[in-house]
């Protein structure tokens, strides 16, 4: 048996529940979580956190450490110790919604939506209102969220565009120089090219493509979700103007001139 099998169990036996009461309580079958305990199936990531939430822990905790042996009070510090030795490694556990085939679905918030997303986007009955969809094309390995943006400072992208985006769950994979939707409570829903700096101040810092928009720093320790663009829905085909502007030698002389601002950035 895995680790996650004999935490299940423990943990299930700790609560005081049969099987069959667990199982109604996450919304599964009792032969599902009997496979889950005896490890004989794996836990999709939604069924995941829904036993990690009844039972208090991280999904994190829940699949990496052998907690089976501890007692509630024990659990109880253990998970107290880890949310201070971890303030901002992991974003969050994110919510999520399955199509009929248990299949990952890509949610869409609109511009209209973007203020509530900010309210519930931890929340599985939110997600559940939003319109949902599938792209084949996509690579099977990660978790999807599609943003409508709004505005002109990502030129050639125009205020309309579907960007939909995988997400990323640890600041550290977070590369310099591309392109992130990034969920703040200071800033909201925002669609910009990002430069890590967490480990130096603990900030990012944010560029617009249309030069017009100042960059600006973000801490944090206020993103609530992070999701890297990896493609685009639009009715509106780009300006060949727009696109002719953005020159490989305008884009080297925009790359400079970040340089710059993040060396300023830096000394101060």
Same mark, same amino acid.
């Given at each position: =048996?895995?680790?996650?099998?004999?935490?299940?169990?423990? +943990?299930?036996?700790?609560?005081?529940?049969?099987?069959?009461?667990?199982?109604?309580?996450?919304?599964?079958?009792?032969?599902?979580? @009997?496979? #889950?305990?005896?490890?004989?199936?794996?836990?999709?990531?939604?069924?995941?956190?829904? =036993?990690?939430?009844?039972?208090?822990?991280?999904?994190?905790?829940?699949?990496?450490?052998?907690?089976?042996?501890?007692?509630?009070?024990?659990?109880?510090?253990?998970?107290?110790?880890?949310?201070?030795?971890?303030?901002?490694?992991?974003?969050?556990?994110?919510?999520?919604?399955?199509?009929?085939?248990?299949?990952?679905?890509?949610?869409?918030?609109?511009?209209? /939506?973007?203020?509530?997303?900010?309210?519930?986007?931890? &929340?599985?009955?939110?997600?559940?209102?939003?319109?949902?969809?599938?792209?084949? =094309?996509?690579?099977?390995? @990660?978790?999807?969220? /599609?943003?409508?943006?709004?505005? &002109?400072?990502?030129?050639?992208?125009?205020?309309?565009?579907?960007?939909?985006?995988? $997400?990323?769950?640890? #600041?550290?994979?977070?590369?310099? @120089?591309?392109? $992130?939707?990034?969920?703040?409570?200071?800033?909201?829903?925002?669609?910009?090219?990002?430069?890590? #700096?967490?480990?130096?101040?603990?900030?990012?810092?944010?560029?617009?493509?249309?030069?017009?928009?100042?960059?600006?720093?973000? @801490?944090?320790?206020?993103? +609530?979700?992070?999701?890297?663009?990896?493609?685009?829905?639009?009715?509106?085909?780009?300006?060949?103007?727009?696109? /002719?502007?953005?020159?490989?030698?305008?884009?080297?002389?925009?790359?400079?001139?970040?340089?710059?601002?993040?060396?300023?950035?830096?000394?101060?």
């Amino acid at each position: =048996m895995s680790i996650v099998s004999n935490n299940i169990k423990a +943990l299930r036996k700790q609560l005081g529940f049969t099987q069959e009461q667990f199982a109604e309580k996450i919304g599964i079958k009792r032969s599902l979580l @009997g496979a #889950y305990e005896e490890g004989r199936a794996d836990p999709r990531l939604n069924n995941l956190q829904n =036993m990690a939430k009844e039972f208090e822990v991280s999904v994190d905790l829940l699949i990496s450490r052998d907690i089976s042996k501890l007692d509630r009070q024990e659990l109880q510090r253990l998970v107290a110790q880890q949310a201070k030795a971890l303030p901002t490694e992991k974003l969050k556990v994110l919510s999520i919604t399955v199509d009929q085939k248990q299949k990952e679905n890509i949610e869409l918030v609109p511009q209209k /939506a973007a203020a509530g997303y900010l309210n519930g986007f931890s &929340d599985p009955e939110y997600l559940e209102e939003l319109p949902r969809f599938q792209l084949p =094309m996509l690579p099977g390995n @990660g978790t999807y969220r /599609a943003f409508e943006i709004t505005g &002109d400072s990502m030129l050639p992208l125009l205020s309309g565009t579907v960007v939909i985006g995988q $997400y990323v769950d640890k #600041y550290q994979d977070i590369r310099n @120089g591309r392109t $992130y939707v990034l969920v703040s409570n200071k800033e909201g829903v925002v669609y910009k090219r990002v430069f890590n #700096y967490v480990e130096e101040n603990g900030k990012l810092f944010l560029v617009s493509d249309n030069k017009a928009y100042a960059p600006f720093e973000l @801490g944090i320790e206020d993103v +609530l979700e992070i999701w890297e663009a990896k493609a685009f829905i639009s009715l509106q085909f780009p300006d060949p103007e727009i696109q /002719a502007d953005l020159t490989l030698d305008k884009l080297a002389n925009i790359v400079m001139d970040l340089q710059q601002e993040v060396i300023k950035l830096k000394n101060r």
